[in-house]
């Protein structure tokens, strides 16, 4: 089953038009600037981590944690370590392609609840799935880390950086699924992207009105934390020590984002 969206995502293209009008030598340095702030921006080599914050405190209060992705060379290294997320729970976890996360306010319909729909106003589409398969979008999104009896689960992944920018660069095969591509010559640039997690427990008492994907339950795909991936110098970056002990036990079933 593929997860369309039910509500299409509009894309605005601006056009800008320049004029020119006798270029002096600080509106070419200016320039220069620029551009040599967006090859600094644009690389993607280095540590990133976002702090997770509570989306839905309403459902689920207290969920919290570190994500990190390190790229170094050709290796990409990819750790969640999260605390107070339902137990028993398989939790999706994705980058998105916006920089933005939900707040109370993005609850559009007034329902209580921010689901997968309102959310992504906010977060945008999925750029890389946190599962089983790191390296390309479509191979393995049924998996998630499940959470132990203390509501803690602990990930890692690792896959080869060109592998992985290969897939993301390569042509979208179906635009109306909740994956996006990269151009294809777009780079990462994590700094302008957010991780979220999704899940509650099946027992939650959500409203009719909370929507999803697909024939996906709501309660797979409800946003629960959400975080900010911010470039981070190498001195600064310490593992959590929360309880590491394997939670995530991969499964065959349950919600895919296709």
């Known amino acids: ?12 293209a601006s056009l800008f038009a320049l004029a020119a009008c006798g270029g002096g030598s600080g509106s070419s340095s200016s320039s220069k600037q620029n551009e040599n702030a967006e090859l600094q921006e644009d690389n993607d080599q280095g540590i990133y981590r976002a702090v ?8 689920v209060a207290n969920t919290t944690g570190t994500i990190e992705v ?40 007034g329902d209580g609840v921010v689901d997968i729909m309102e959310g992504s106003a906010s977060f945008g ?3 890389v799935p946190l599962d089983s398969n790191i390296s390309d979008q479509l191979l393995g999104n049924d998996f998630g880390p499940i959470a132990n009896g203390a509501g803690a689960y602990v990930y890692r992944k690792s896959t080869s950086f060109a592998q992985l920018m290969a897939d993301l660069n390569a042509e979208d095969p179906d635009k109306e699924d909740f994956f996006a591509k990269l151009s294809p010559t777009e780079t990462l640039r ?12 099946r027992n939650s008492d959500l ?3 909370v929507a999803t994907l697909g024939d996906a339950a709501a309660d797979q ?3 629960i934390a959400c975080g900010k991936l911010v470039k981070v110098h190498s001195e600064d970056t310490t593992t959590a020590d929360a309880a ?9 079933t349950g919600a895919r984002f296709l």
């Open 52 to 59: 997770l914050t509570p989306v839905n405190k309403k459902l």
């Open 125 to 127: 589409k999925i750029l």
């Open 70 to 109: 390190r790229i170094d060379g050709d290796e990409v290294v990819i750790e969640s370590t999260v605390a107070g997320a339902p137990s028993g729970v398989k939790h999706f976890q994705n980058i998105m392609t916006s920089s933005e996360c939900p707040t109370e306010a993005s609850d559009a319909n």
């Open 244 to 252: 590491r002990s394997e939670t995530s036990s991969e499964t065959t």
């Open 1 to 12: 089953m593929k997860f369309k969206s039910p509500v299409p995502f509009l894309f605005v």
């Open 207 to 209: 409203p009719a009105t």
């Open 221 to 223: 795909l409800i946003p």
């Open 190 to 201: 994590l700094s302008k992207r957010v991780v979220v997690v999704h899940g509650v427990s």
